[in-house]
């Protein structure tokens, strides 16, 4: 477990495994580098492997700006230009993927191949950013707790919710949810108010896996489907019975 200094700000990582190219991690908006918990082993296998906690989330520091996804890519940019590891493979899970699209359009020397895992190029609909707006302004009267189900439910598909045997998955991730502090509003205000990049995905040239739940109602699968037919080089995996962290499912 380490720390590194980007932008003004200290981002918490872990690095582990042998090999001669490198994996980095990106997890999504709510989330840590402990999400990839399920991949680490087998990545450590053959690769050095680096997961990191992004700005204001995790164990990562956090600034009074700068949670937007454009500062979000240069972190990750500065972050892997300081480790001296570049070029990467760039796994990142929705909000990390994000960041892994623009990265790989904006830095493409810093990126050997990319995995965008239920993510979207695309900007909110209006009709989410409502509905999260209004979380927003609730979370800081409320704090978190009276939004725990829904978010839940928009994390992890309808089957691992019925699953027995994912129950220990949720609750583990319910946990981490109850302990984010209110001012975790300002992170999903800078993925809920992003720009659309789509333009920028003919750029990037690296392989490209896009993976998406089958069951992921927070960034449908025709959102996929656009990345895959914009990228050159890029393929398209469905996981089924699989909602938005579909990799933890």
């Given at each position: 477990?380490a720390?590194?200094?980007?932008?003004?700000?200290e981002?918490?990582?872990i690095?582990?495994?042998e090999?001669?190219?490198?994996?980095?991690?990106?997890?999504?908006?709510l989330m840590?580098y402990t999400?990839?918990?399920?991949q680490?082993?087998?990545l450590?296998?053959?690769y050095r492997?680096?997961a990191?906690d992004h700005r204001?989330?995790?164990?990562?520091?956090?600034t009074?700006?700068?949670e937007?996804l454009?500062?979000?890519t240069?972190?990750a940019?500065d972050?892997i230009a300081l480790?001296?590891?570049?070029p990467v493979h760039?796994?990142?899970?929705s909000?990390?993927g994000?960041?892994?699209l623009?990265?790989?359009?904006?830095?493409p020397q810093?990126?050997?191949?990319?995995?965008l895992?239920?993510t979207?190029?695309?900007p909110e609909?209006?009709?989410q950013?409502?509905?999260?707006?209004?979380?927003?302004?609730l979370?800081?009267?409320?704090?978190?707790?009276?939004?725990?189900?829904q978010a839940l439910a928009?994390?992890?598909?309808?089957s691992?919710?019925?699953?027995?045997?994912?129950?220990?998955?949720?609750e583990?991730?319910?946990?981490?949810?109850?302990?984010?502090?209110p001012g975790?509003?300002?992170?999903?205000r800078?993925?809920?108010n992003r720009?659309?990049?789509?333009d920028e995905?003919?750029?990037?040239?690296?392989p490209?896996?896009?993976v998406f739940g089958g069951?992921?109602?927070?960034?449908p699968?025709?959102?996929?489907?656009r990345?895959?037919?914009?990228?050159n080089?890029?393929?398209?995996?469905r996981?089924?019975?699989a909602g938005?962290?579909?990799n933890?499912?």
């Amino acid at each position: 477990m380490a720390r590194i200094e980007v932008n003004g700000v200290e981002l918490f990582y872990i690095e582990g495994g042998e090999g001669t190219e490198t994996v980095v991690l990106s997890h999504g908006l709510l989330m840590d580098y402990t999400m990839f918990a399920p991949q680490w082993d087998m990545l450590a296998e053959d690769y050095r492997v680096v997961a990191y906690d992004h700005r204001g989330q995790g164990r990562s520091g956090n600034t009074p700006d700068g949670e937007d996804l454009d500062s979000l890519t240069n972190d990750a940019a500065d972050f892997i230009a300081l480790l001296g590891r570049g070029p990467v493979h760039f796994i990142g899970m929705s909000m990390g993927g994000m960041v892994g699209l623009r990265l790989a359009a904006r830095f493409p020397q810093l990126v050997r191949s990319l995995v965008l895992i239920d993510t979207s190029a695309q900007p909110e609909p209006w009709l989410q950013r409502l509905r999260f707006g209004l979380m927003c302004a609730l979370v800081p009267l409320l704090g978190v707790k009276p939004f725990l189900s829904q978010a839940l439910a928009m994390m992890f598909g309808p089957s691992t919710h019925k699953d027995p045997a994912k129950q220990p998955l949720l609750e583990k991730w319910r946990e981490k949810l109850a302990a984010l502090p209110p001012g975790i509003v300002r992170q999903v205000r800078g993925v809920m108010n992003r720009k659309d990049v789509s333009d920028e995905l003919a750029g990037i040239r690296c392989p490209t896996l896009v993976v998406f739940g089958g069951e992921d109602a927070l960034t449908p699968a025709a959102c996929s489907w656009r990345i895959a037919t914009r990228i050159n080089n890029a393929e398209a995996v469905r996981i089924e019975n699989a909602g938005h962290s579909s990799n933890l499912e």
